[in-house]
């Protein structure tokens, strides 16, 4: 059981009720004034539940908040620092018995005597320009500690202790009845409230014999600088070690301004003489209910946060999205100074595995430094993680939200997230499976059907070409014994169909199984001309132009000119087919682009369809009447371009021609090479 008031039981030690001490008492005028200020203030937010945010010296005079001990140790401890409600309604009074007698007397001497060393510490901290004078003000204020939290459990024994005139008197009856001085057990109670290292130090090492270990302090020349109030402090009336036959007003002019000072602070009790324990009682249950009103707003401002979020979310939000909406969101919460939302990447994982899912409560995550983090699952699995960055105690935060679910229900709509982007995924993986199967499926298929084709041939090859020949040889010597040209001229047909039928074979074969390309040194340009010299007659003949163009007539290659010379025969072939008789033009065209030889072939017949491009390089599809073509041409030129290393490429517009580009490699040839190098 802990005592914050000068009520003792019967028989407990004095030390037992020290070590129980949780804090000083807090002045009934300091409460007063702060309430007062928090009521008047309801304009500004306090009304809503922000008000045990404000910081006190924002809602009372700074004054007067420095003049009471209980209140500054309040206010700088790690629990309730910046909370002024909390103050209020966990901070005891000094009780009204303490306004008069000799208890009075002695807490007056003792208050005047701290507040003498606080405003000695204030000018000292200006003279040097110390970098927190505040910090100063409640060493010098706080430096008596021990004697407070005597006055705080047993103000008698204070009285008996002022009472003795003798220094190392006191100090046995210290030992005598504490087991240390008042310094050490000072030293205790401000390190177990969570004072400042300079109040700590202030409080064991503020006498003129503790020069010497200035060593152990932490900051030994601000501590002079307490030592010397303390030491200006003892020069005024209220001084505990006064020498005997010291006048009590000091004549040094600077002492008297601080004594001045110091009554105009100090001329009111240290005790309010009308403070009742009802009144203490109400005020303290006011700051209960003020808190609890300010816990139920924020806990309501989360519940509307987390409502305006889902409202304002799409049924198919991705986790990207939600991850910025749920971040900003959990910012929104007071406690919070930054959130992060992280999602685990699904493809380090089978979907989203990962460890097992830990408890509700999630502990904070200590290398990345969150105060807080709450898994998210998904499946039965952790598929992400909220982390949060607080300004307050997480546990304080986490009481707040677990009556409301909010928490709960954050993990099920990020659970609801993460399923239908798992889903989603699965789906993607379905369909892109499916696709890369139909077109494995599609690859089997066309290689079976060039298997096939390749047995067709050979098979028509070996039992046809043997009669083929013996219908050609037949016609040609028919055809030198003829004398008539009707004769002559039907022969003629039977043999050029014959070849026809031998060349249909010989196609079939090279589009099943395409012999290897034989390179060898010559002009691309001279294999084009040569081409386009005997499609010429015939594009005469049906009205079409054609033309071509040679970026370098004297390029060397060292390629198959039998495969180019079939490309372009099959390309321009097929540009004369696809021009509309009676015009039209035809345009070929060959370059060098690096280690690449490029041709194009351009036509202005009308273009390809789309029910033609699915089938274009298909064997025996024609995209022509019956009867003009097996449309073997295409294919045959596509293998050979595929086995020469190249790509056959088209681009086409309805109604306005093609383009055929094939890309073959280059290479110059080995003589050309070897000089080049030479």
Known sequence: MRFQTGRKPPGEPLLSRLNGLAHLPVRPQTVRAVMTALTADLGGGLGDGEGDEERSDSLAPRTLLELDPGWLIAERSPERRGRVLRQAADSAWWPAALASGPAAEAVQQLWRHAVAASLACRNLAREHNDPDPAGLIRAGLLHGLGRWAVAAVDPDWLVRWMAEPDREARRRREVLDLGADLREIGRRLAERWGCEPLVVDAVWLHGEDDAALDAAAREPGRLALVREAVRRAEST??????????????????????????????????????????????????????????????????????????ADSSPDETPENWSLRAGRMWCGEPEVNAARVSWRDPSSTDDLDGSASPESDATPTPNRGASWTIPLEAAGRVAG?????????????????????????????????????????????????????????????????????AEFAAGAGHELNNPLAVIVGRAQLLMAQAAEPETARSLGIILGQAQRTHRILRDLMFVARPSEPRPRPCRPADVLRACVADFRPECEARGIRLTAEFDDPELQAWTDPDGLRQIAEVLVRNAIQAAADGGGTIQLRAARHGRELRLWVADSGNGIGDAE??????????????????????????????????????????????????????????????????
């Open 385 to 453: 993680e909220v982390q949060l960055w607080l300004d307050a105690d997480v546990d304080a935060l986490r009481d707040r939200l677990r009556p409301t679910r909010i928490v709960d229900a954050w993990k099920v709509w990020a659970s609801r997230v993460a399923d239908r982007a798992l889903l989603e995924r699965r789906l993607r993986a379905a369909v892109e499976g499916c696709r890369e199967s139909a077109r494995s499926e599609r690859g089997r298929i066309q290689a079976a059907k060039l298997d096939a084709l």
């Open 237 to 310: 009336p209220w001084a505990f070690d006064a020498p005997p036959g010291r006048e009590a007003m000091p004549s040094a002019p600077h002492l008297r301004i601080l004594v001045a000072e110091v009554q105009a602070r100090c001329g009111a009790p240290f005790a309010a003489d009308d403070a009742t324990p009802h009144e203490e009682r109400m005020t303290r249950e006011n700051a209960r209910l003020r808190l609890r009103l300010a816990e139920l707003s924020r806990t309501e401002a989360s519940q509307r946060r987390l409502i305006d979020a889902i």
């Open 613 to 678: 491009a699915v089938h274009l390089f298909d064997p025996f599809y024609c995209g022509r009447q019956a009867g003009r073509g097996l449309g073997l041409g295409l294919p045959r030129a596509a293998r050979f371009v595929e086995r020469a290393g190249g790509a056959l490429t088209w681009t086409s517009t309805p109604g306005h021609g093609s383009v055929f580009q094939v890309r073959l490699p280059w290479e110059a040839p080995p003589e050309e090479s070897t000089a080049k190098s030479a």
